[in-house]
């Protein structure tokens, strides 16, 4: 089990998530930000800091946001598990349905 970014991130990609994360696991895509289900140590610490509350445990992701799941699983088919997000920076493979969201936040 991992866990996982939904809606609320997109577009506004707020990073605190980022800074807390030990383990380094949780990339930058074009409008949202993805947690690696690999390399996720499942010690929550990105939960309580993010600021719109879009991180939750992949058990408790609510039913409208149940796509994003495999959304953040799809973000690494490509890029793989490179060991960490600093090492990659920002990365334009944001799966069709983030892609195709309009803008959010507006």
């Given at each position: 089990?991992?866990?996982?970014?939904?809606?609320?991130?997109?577009?506004?990609?707020?990073?605190?998530?980022?800074?807390?994360?030990?383990?380094?696991?949780?990339?930058?895509?074009?409008?949202?930000?993805?947690?690696?289900?690999?390399?996720?140590?499942?010690?929550?610490?990105?939960?309580?800091?993010?600021?719109?509350?879009?991180?939750?445990?992949?058990?408790?992701?609510?039913?409208?946001?149940?796509?994003?799941?495999?959304?953040?699983?799809?973000?690494?088919?490509?890029?793989?598990?490179?060991?960490?997000?600093?090492?990659?920076?920002k990365v334009s493979a944001d799966p069709e349905l983030i892609k195709n969201l309009?803008?959010?936040?507006?």
């Amino acid at each position: 089990m991992t866990y996982v970014i939904a809606e609320p991130c997109v577009d506004v990609l707020d990073k605190a998530c980022i800074e807390e994360c030990p383990v380094d696991c949780i990339y930058e895509g074009d409008r949202m930000l993805y947690i690696h289900p690999d390399e996720c140590v499942d010690c929550g610490a990105c939960e309580p800091v993010c600021p719109v509350e879009a991180i939750y445990y992949e058990d408790d992701v609510p039913d409208q946001w149940k796509d994003y799941t495999k959304a953040n699983v799809d973000f690494f088919n490509e890029l793989g598990s490179p060991g960490g997000a600093s090492k990659v920076g920002k990365v334009s493979a944001d799966p069709e349905l983030i892609k195709n969201l309009p803008p959010q936040g507006e």
